[in-house]
Structure formats: structure tokens, C-alpha cells
């Protein structure tokens, strides 16, 4: 059959009713416990790789149902939470090239059957300026092969320009007038990676029983830091959802005890101060649960003082990393050496490609040679013409925060204050996919769906009930 009758055969009523009916599903729990379901059985068969490829063919496919990206978002989400476990798999993903066919035809038909559309945000200009200042990164300094690497023009494209380009198609595509509610299921595609991660920890810990039980301690794996990083960005919109139904609330609880079990020493400190800022959060703007919040936080304290002996015993592997000069010294000569390198080049600094701090940390092939601290990365790769353009960055995105106020905009913004903190310590926005697209598609999303219900959140502040207030976003 040639394309152009397969496009017809699509484009027919009756299977534009099946569209219909299988993009309806695409965003109800059912699609979700599918993904659950699906990840779990390669999670635990070990079989992550052909797992990804499997689970990119179901997600894609939700390309050509309807021009709603949220179920390939949810899709996204999800595979990123097992594909961490994916490093040096590279031969293996070659090896299975062909399963790749699928997604790409899908997200070729995707293009043909909906025509894209493009839409600027308020942070843009911001998005642009940052583009510009990794362009110029480098500039006089860097060698030429550097810069012009396969790697370094990848991470050049997907961090500036590219990433512009990809936010204006998204932007369209995720809209709150589709018949549900949008920042609930939004919401919801977070509690399903959530609750992958936490599936894949207890693989993780099951299949390593006997090592567990000799020390009741956290065990040490390669994809702690990125799982740490995906489950503070999850932690607030448990919160969120708490707030409608106060049982999510334990889904929070669960979240920061999925955080300390992945031992990682940037999500015991900001895993712990985003659980803080959570609980300020609802005490203060969730009056209607505020006694139950009360009490929680009453018996979390209570029970943290007497299970204190056993829970210190349980990270204290963590605590001896954050404690052990041995362990943290890359990161922080890697520190001093971002200090050098922006003084080697103060206005536009080193580059994105330069690779001359290998030796310090030999950083995953077709990876960039990162600080593992952003506001380094910052200085010694883009000197401060890119600290200007991240600022004003910053500054805009603060401005589409206080403009479109509301619950549900407050939880987006704590969402990406938690990578933002897992970033002091590890790549994060430096990382394009999945952390600076979701951190960006938070700021699309509380720009485009959001109700700016600010009238709402302060009804909500005060406790009192009315129609919008179930209604709010």
C-alpha cells in the first residue's frame, strides 16, 4: 500500500472514530497503569533496552491519535525513569536499530496528518538570548574541532536554538479546553513516573536483598542521581493533587523515601528542603486540610525523633559520601577549575564543547565535560554574556510565574525550584532531555494552561467554597 493511500485509509470517518476513541483513553489512568504495567515488566525481566524501544512504539503512537502531546509527555516520562539505568548500553541499543523504524514513521505521519503550529511565550526573548550566549561560548578561545564536534553541536542545538523550536511546536499542542482536566492529569503523568521509580528501586533493592539486609543501608547504584532528580521534580504535584484529594498526600511521603533510597547526596539535602518547602506550601495555602496537614507533620517530626537511631542507620552510607573529602573531591576541583576557566575567558568563557577538564572527570562519551554545578557551568562555559542571558532568562520566567498566579502555577514553579537545586549538583538544565524540556514545558504550561486563578488561591488561603474553587485551572 503507498503512503498516499495509507494517509487516506487514516483519514476515513471510521477510523478517525477510533482516533477518537483511543485519544480518549491516551489520557485517562487506564493509559497510565498500561505504561506502569509495561515498564515494570521489562523493569523486572531486565531487559531495559528493548523495553525503551517497546515503550517508544506504544508512546509514539499516540502521536497520530490527536494533536495532544500530554500522553507522549506521560510516555516520556516514563521511559525515562528505567532508560536511567541504561548507561553503556549503546551497542545494545545499536544492535536493535531496526525496532526504531516504527517511531520514527509514526512521528512522520504525526507531521503529515497535523499541521504544526508554533507559539511564541513570554520567556522566549529570554530562551533566544540564552541560545546566543552558547553560540558565543568559546569564541577565540576554544578550538575549532572542539566546538564544532558532533557532541558539542548537539548540546549546543538541543540547550539554545533547538530547544525554541521544539517549546513553540509543544506550546500548541497542550491546551485545557480538550474535555479534562488538564492540571489534574498533568499532575497525574508525574504520580505514574513516580511510581515507576519507586518500582524500580524496589527491583533494585529486591534483587540485592542479601546486600541490603547484612547493613539496613541504602545501596550504591550508577542511576541514583537521576533518579533523584526526576523524583523532586514528581514530589509537588503529589502535593497538588493532595490538595483535591488529601490521600496523595502519602504519595509525596513516598516520593522523599524513594529519594533517600537512591543514596543520593543531592537528594538527601534538596530532596529534604523540597519536602519542607511542600509542607510550608499546603499549611499555608490548603486551609480546607490544614488540621490533617498539622497533625502530619506533627507525627512525621514525632516519628522522625524516635525511629532516628534506624533511619540515620539507613543513610548513613549517603552521609559518609557527603562527609568522605574523597568523594567530593571532583566535584570540587572540578569547581576550581570552572573558576580558572572563566577567568581564562571572562566574557563568553570556555565553550560547551571544550573538553579540557577530562582529566578531573572522564564524562560519558558523546556527553560534554560538565562542572556538575550550574552556576559554574554558567560562568566557565558562557563567561557573563551567558550569566546576563540566564538571568534574564530567570528573570522572565519569575515575571510568567507572578502573572498567571495560581495553586497550580505555585506547584509548576516548585517543580522546577527542585531541579534548579539538584542542578547545584549535577548537570540538570544542562542536561536537555528530559530536565530542561519538562523544567520548560512547566513555564509553556503555566503560561497556556493555566486559569490564573488568583482570585481561586485566595479562596483556597481562606477555606471557604465555591464553584470555581472545584473547578480552579
Known sequence: ??????????KSEKIKSIFAKLSGFSVTVYYSVLLFAVAGAF??????????YILAIIVSSTLIFSDDLLPTLEGILVICCFAIRCKNSAPEFFSMWYLGIPTVILVILRFILYKPQFRKNSFTPGMLAVSA???????????WKSYFSPTSLFYMFSLGIGMVILISFVSPCLRSDRGYDFSDRFAKIHMTA????????FQEYASRFDEFSQKFSVLPFQWRNNAATILMMCMPFAFYLAAKKYSWTFAGLLDYIAILFTGSRGGLIFGTVELAICLVLILVLDKKHRKNNIILICVLSLGAILASEILFEMISYTIQRMLDPDENSIRLKLIERGFEDFKASPMVGRGLGYMGNRDIHQSAKHTLCWYHCSIVQVFASTGLIGAAAYTFLNVQRIRCFIKNLSF????LFTAFIGL???????????????YLMLATIYFAVMENCNSKDTEGLRIMMKGKKDESSDNRE
Open 43 to 52: 523493569i523486572f525481566t531486565g531487559r531495559e533496552v528493548l523495553g525503551t
Open 133 to 143: 550566549a552558547i553560540l558565543l561560548g568559546g569564541a577565540g578561545i576554544i578550538y
Open 1 to 10: 500500500m503507498s503512503m498516499i493511500k495509507f494517509i487516506i485509509m487514516i
Open 420 to 434: 534548579e537545586m539538584m542542578s547545584f549538583v549535577n548537570p540538570g538544565i544542562f542536561a536537555p532531555f528530559p
Open 408 to 411: 497550580f502555577a505555585v506547584i
Open 194 to 201: 513516580l511510581f515507576t521509580l519507586a518500582l524500580s528501586l
